[in-house]
């Protein structure tokens, strides 16, 4: 976790990823009380990332019932500054709307050929459902090229749009509440979408 940085909602510096957050099994495992994120160090531009995802089941990290809400954000500019949360685009981790485009921070594109309005979080929903039952793996991969970007779920386009207006930038692994673990994360550079 070199790479990477931890920033928490109670804390206004960057903190060692493992002062915060659960590293073990080759998994990311994100619970407790610190709201906040991973963010790499790096920003990239023109890229696939994949992973995979669960909600963690295990009793002793169970908050509560409310649906589980976690997200990956991409094309955070390197200036952005850190806060909950920053300027980007989100994959929304949600139960029953994982997939969605959220657009944080005035970013926006077309989705549908249609320009999403510019705000300061602004949710642009999946056109399709694919996500596993609650505790099991999901696969997520994110292609970003020139501002034409893909979401898919499990195999599954859930999500795309045009010409957004932040094209490359750092990727952050959110931790908004819900106990949630992440493994097999894979990055690599594309030349065409």
Not at 35 to 41: E, V
Not at 72 to 83: A, E, F, G, K, L
Not at 174 to 181: C, K, T
Request: proline share 3%.
């Amino acid at each position: 976790m070199n790479d990477w940085y931890a920033f928490t909602k109670t804390n206004t510096d960057r903190i060692e990823p493992s002062k915060v957050y659960e590293f073990s099994d080759g998994m990311i495992r994100m619970h407790g009380d610190n709201i906040g994120y991973l963010m790499t160090k790096k920003s990239y531009k023109n890229f696939e990332l994949s992973m995979e995802f669960r909600w963690n089941t295990e009793e002793k990290f169970h908050r509560d019932n409310s649906k589980k809400n976690s997200g990956v954000m991409y094309n955070i500019p390197v200036d952005s500054p850190d806060n909950i949360w920053p300027k980007g685009i989100q994959f929304q981790i949600k139960e029953n709307t994982t997939g969605d485009f959220i657009f944080l921070d005035k970013v926006t594109a077309k989705v549908n050929g249609k320009w999403v309005e510019a705000g300061a979080s602004v949710t642009s929903p999946k056109f399709s459902a694919n996500e596993n039952a609650y505790g099991e793996w999901n696969t997520i991969v994110i292609k970003s090229f020139n501002g034409k970007i893909t979401q898919y779920l499990n195999g599954k386009l859930v999500n795309e749009c045009t010409e957004s207006t932040s094209v490359e930038g750092k990727i952050s692994l959110n931790y908004e509440g819900s106990p949630i673990d992440f493994k097999n994360i894979q990055l690599k550079n594309i030349s065409k979408l």
